[in-house]
């Protein structure tokens, strides 16, 4: 190596023409490697902590499970963008999986025709030989008004279309009202979001207009009710409950003092009873933001919790208790109990909530108390109910909580939105979006075509502009010598 620097010293840089000549070989060998590096497109190394930029393992798995032919047209965008790089990762997963860049939909005149699309029109389209999924470019993105960020979910759109093409039946759930609930259309509507973008159709349900639990229902949320059932309605759902149906309960304490006899009746069909009062941690390992109503419980590892259990649990706020029927008369019940959450051995359960202390009073009840419990009953022989308790429901809720200078949503706390998913993801079968999904949280930046245009002057022209005047002020120095 020193003898080749030697050689280039003396042979080369001593001659000025010789000079000239190795600075534009060198400029030459360093646009030939750029040009080299775009056409083999090698793969790109992610060294984000978070692999921000690399397909999530849900997204990916999608992908393979791709058994029909998906072409993904990105028209109006040009090649060497990052929406490109991310659609050539789903095409390395699966060979069915195909794309085509129009960054002049001029050249395509059969999808200007098809999609009425316009010169200036940016889209992603995905077809199958039946259906089409259209993306505008504004979709990839979303703006955080707690962190005043934008944030791409590039990832998470185009995923979700792949899966809206490919999937077979949307799953139905619907959420009761009439009882003074958490309404989704309100109150939870980040939920809602979230559902809609795993694919799954929402609808509200109002047991007095209808007159049942509709036939296509994948799922009945239940979500804290501050008025007690009428008869009807708890026998509509107790058809829906013996011809198999899932209801997801969560309830938070009400502190009225009011009894709900008939959704109790519906409860006991499970053997399961929310207990009016609060849960307060002691053990510190257990509370967050040293608030003993801050909830980090312990988490049975499932299926739907097994990569939460493992990656920061999730945060209950002001949760209530909820009793099992003792094992005799689950047993009679034909229910399967599995308890999912549960808080530390030493939390209190406490009923007399006019009472703010944070240290234990004489009419606290310590122990470890149930938070979440999946019950699962047989109503014929071959066919199951299953109802999934939980004792809260503000950690999903958009009331956000002050945290310093900033506001936090509850469903954004640990991994309280997968845990919410990916439980009802196991409730209506869908194992496929069963994840810890990848939140970037990163602030987006597109250029302007002008902006891009003076990005590529700075690192180009600029650097060449530079050793040009080096070179010329070489050859002075060597003249006046």
């Known amino acids: 190596m020193k003898k080749f620097i030697e050689i280039i010293k003396k042979k080369w840089l001593r001659d000025t023409t010789k000079t000239i000549l190795l600075v534009a070989i060198l400029f030459a060998a360093f646009i030939g490697i750029n040009i080299l590096v775009q056409n083999v497109e090698i793969k790109d190394i992610d060294v984000t902590q978070d692999q921000l930029f690399t397909l999530s393992e849900q997204s990916k798995n999608q992908a393979k499970n791709v058994t029909e032919g998906i072409k993904i047209y990105l028209i109006g965008?040009?090649?060497?963008?990052?929406?490109?790089?991310?659609?050539?990762?789903?095409?390395?997963?699966?060979?069915?999986?195909?794309?085509?860049?129009?960054?002049?939909?001029?050249?395509?005149?059969?999808?200007?025709?098809?999609?009425?699309?316009?010169?200036?029109?940016?889209?992603?389209?995905?077809?199958?030989?039946?259906?089409?999924?259209?993306?505008?470019?504004?979709?990839?993105?979303?703006?955080?008004?707690?962190?005043?960020?934008?944030?791409?979910?590039?990832?998470?759109?185009?995923?979700?279309?792949?899966?809206?093409?490919?999937?077979?039946?949307?799953?139905?759930?619907?959420?009761?009202?009439?009882?003074?609930?958490?309404?989704?259309?309100?109150?939870?509507?980040?939920?809602?979001?979230?559902?809609?973008?795993?694919?799954?159709?929402?609808?509200?349900?109002?047991?007095?207009?209808?007159?049942?639990?509709?036939?296509?229902?994948?799922?009945?949320?239940?979500?804290?009710?501050?008025?007690?059932?009428?008869?009807?309605?708890?026998?509509?759902?107790?058809?829906?409950?013996?011809?198999?149906?899932?209801?997801?309960?969560?309830?938070?304490?009400?502190?009225?003092?009011?009894?709900?006899?008939?959704?109790?009746?519906?409860?006991?069909?499970?053997?399961?009873?929310?207990d009016e009062g609060i849960i307060l941690e002691q053990d510190a390992d257990k509370m967050a933001l040293q608030s003993p109503n801050y909830i980090i419980p312990n988490i049975e590892s499932t299926q739907a919790t097994k990569d939460i259990v493992t990656d920061g649990g999730i945060l209950l706020i002001n949760a209530c208790k909820i009793t099992l029927a003792e094992d005799t008369k689950l047993e009679e019940l034909n229910v399967a109990s599995q308890v999912i959450l549960s808080t530390g051995e030493t939390a209190l359960f406490r009923k007399d909530v006019s009472n703010t202390s944070t240290n234990k009073i004489d009419s606290d009840e310590e122990g470890s108390f149930v938070l979440g419990a999946k019950l699962t009953?047989?109503?014929?022989?071959?066919?199951?109910?299953?109802?999934?308790?939980?004792?809260?429901?503000?950690?999903?809720?958009?009331?956000?909580?002050?945290?310093?200078?900033?506001?936090?949503?509850?469903?954004?706390?640990?991994?309280?939105?997968?845990?919410?998913?990916?439980?009802?993801?196991?409730?209506?079968?869908?194992?496929?979006?069963i994840s810890i999904r990848k939140d970037t949280g990163v602030v987006t930046y597109t250029a302007t075509e002008a902006q891009d245009r003076n990005i590529k002057i700075i690192i180009s022209i600029i650097p060449a502009f530079i050793i040009l005047i080096g070179i010329a002020v070489w050859i002075r120095r060597r003249i006046k010598k």
């Open 77 to 274: 965008i040009e090649e060497n963008t990052s929406i490109v790089d991310l659609i050539k990762q789903y095409t390395n997963e699966n060979e069915k999986i195909t794309y085509e860049v129009i960054p002049d939909v001029q050249d395509r005149a059969d999808l200007k025709s098809k999609y009425n699309i316009t010169d200036e029109t940016q889209l992603i389209v995905l077809e199958t030989a039946t259906k089409n999924k259209i993306i505008t470019t504004d979709e990839l993105y979303t703006y955080d008004y707690t962190t005043y960020q934008q944030i791409d979910i590039s990832e998470e759109k185009i995923t979700n279309a792949i899966t809206d093409l490919t999937i077979a039946e949307k799953p139905k759930i619907y959420f009761l009202t009439g009882h003074n609930e958490y309404a989704i259309n309100a109150d939870m509507t980040i939920l809602k979001a979230y559902l809609e973008n795993e694919v799954n159709t929402i609808e509200t349900l109002d047991l007095l207009v209808k007159d049942a639990v509709p036939e296509d229902a994948s799922l009945l949320v239940i979500s804290s009710p501050q008025k007690d059932f009428l008869d009807r309605e708890v026998e509509l759902i107790t058809n829906y409950i013996n011809k198999g149906g899932k209801i997801l309960w969560m309830n938070d304490p009400s502190f009225l003092g009011e009894t709900y006899p008939n959704m109790q009746k519906i409860l006991d069909l499970f053997g399961a009873k929310f």
């Open 377 to 433: 009953k047989t109503v014929e022989e071959n066919k199951e109910a299953v109802m999934y308790v939980l004792a809260n429901n503000f950690f999903v809720v958009d009331y956000p909580i002050t945290m310093g200078s900033s506001q936090v949503y509850p469903i954004q706390f640990y991994n309280n939105k997968d845990y919410i998913l990916n439980t009802i993801a196991e409730l209506t079968d869908r194992g496929d979006t």
